[in-house]
């Protein structure tokens, strides 16, 4: 089972703001270490979504952001569309783990 | 352009082994850090092995002693050797691409993924 924590869903109306956390330990997020973020559109392979708490790649709509704060950090959408609708899982490096490249439990985003 | 094809799932038995590829274009696999993560019918992403530039490699606890990751720098080419395959090793695996941020890494770049299923 994975180390970092998020909730298994979150649901929002179109143009609606929502948050996704993800809640780890002193030995990752708490120890320092980054947290990335990706989106996975049904039947579709992962894609980076944010890099370094809080970066977006090119091609990514500002909408999304995200932050870190403790031994959590979380993901913003703003202004949700349907699009959006997908998984969502957090990776972060784990100091007390040989697989230590750790990812979320994965977080489901329905748009109602 | 970055594209990464994973070629090589299948279904196959209990016990008996199979060897992934991930052809990279658009960039170079040796100078890179390439990963496998594999994900479960309904599951979320697993992390299975990493590959450093420097040739250092590295497995999740519930794959060590059974897979081997490794490159072919003239094909471009990612591996992942599986051997004594187990039902709970059924997944998608994805190769992806690492980028250093700070001091960990993120997963820029990834494949389609490749559909493997261990079953008698």
């Known amino acids: 089972q994975s180390v970092l924590t998020q909730p298994p869903s979150v649901s929002g109306a179109p143009g609606q703001r929502v948050t996704i956390s993800c809640t780890g330990s002193?030995?990752?997020?708490?120890?320092?270490?980054?947290v990335h973020w990706y989106q996975q559109l049904p039947g579709t392979a992962p894609k980076l979504l944010i890099y370094?708490?809080?970066n977006r790649p090119s091609g990514v709509p500002d909408r999304f952001s995200g932050s870190k704060s403790g031994t959590s950090a979380s993901l913003a959408i703003t202004g949700l569309q349907a699009e959006d609708e997908a998984d969502y899982y957090c990776?972060?490096?784990?100091?007390?783990?040989?697989?230590?490249?750790?990812f979320g439990t994965g977080t489901k985003v329905t748009v109602l | 352009e970055v594209q990464l094809v994973e070629t090589g799932g299948g279904l196959i038995q209990p016990g008996g082994s199979l060897r992934l590829s991930c052809a990279a274009s658009?960039?170079?696999?040796?100078?890179?850090?390439m990963s496998w993560v594999r994900q479960a019918p309904g599951k979320g992403l697993e992390w299975v092995s990493v590959?450093?530039?420097?040739?250092?490699?590295y497995y999740a606890d519930s794959v060590k002693g059974r897979f081997t990751i490794s490159r072919d720098n003239s094909k471009n080419t990612l591996y992942l050797q599986m051997n004594s395959l187990r039902a709970e090793d059924t997944a998608v695996y994805y190769c992806?691409?690492?980028?250093?941020?700070?001091?960990?890494?993120?997963?820029?770049?990834w494949g389609q993924g490749t559909l493997v299923t261990v079953s008698s």
């Open positions: 992806a691409r690492g980028k250093r941020y700070s001091s960990s890494w993120y997963l820029d770049y």
């Open positions: 990776q972060s490096y784990d100091s007390s783990l040989s697989a230590s490249y750790v």
């Open positions: 658009g960039f170079t696999v040796s100078s890179n850090y």
């Open positions: 590959i450093y530039s420097g040739g250092s490699t």
């Open positions: 370094g708490n809080s």
């Open positions: 002193s030995s990752n997020i708490g120890a320092g270490y980054d």
